[in-house]
Nanobody, 120 residues
């Protein structure tokens, strides 16, 4: 199973970026799917996560600015980031709970990370 992220980059404060993460490989199901980030010198933290039933959890710091969406048919999750702030600068990682077979549990998978840099 691979999680491939795209969409990071450099943007000015107040700007927008859209991240995408597509899961590929052989598996039975994915739940949940979401985004974490690791700012420079800090620990990895939750940004937003979405279950297959569309239950969503956002970090307080991004509520009202970021929107997570998911295309279950494409096994893809998106993160629309608006009104970006310099403190949003981080490496953003896609995360998925993957059930490889119908009779197995869920295993944690991570993408390789994509850099988001917001200049003041």
């Amino acid at each position: 199973v691979q999680l491939v992220e795209s969409g990071g980059g450099l943007v000015q404060a107040g700007g927008s970026l859209r991240l995408s993460c597509a899961a590929s490989g052989s598996f039975f199901s994915i739940n949940p799917m979401g985004w974490y980030r690791q700012p420079p010198g800090k620990q990895r933290e939750l940004v937003a996560v979405m279950t297959s039933a569309s239950t969503i959890n956002y970090a307080d710091s991004v509520k009202g600015r970021f929107t997570i969406t998911r295309d279950n048919a494409k096994n893809t999750v998106y993160l629309q980031m608006n009104s970006l702030k310099p403190e949003d600068t981080a490496i953003y990682y896609c995360n998925a709970g993957v059930r490889l077979r119908i009779n197995t549990g869920f295993y944690d998978y991570w993408g390789q990370g994509t850099q988001v840099t917001v200049s003041a």
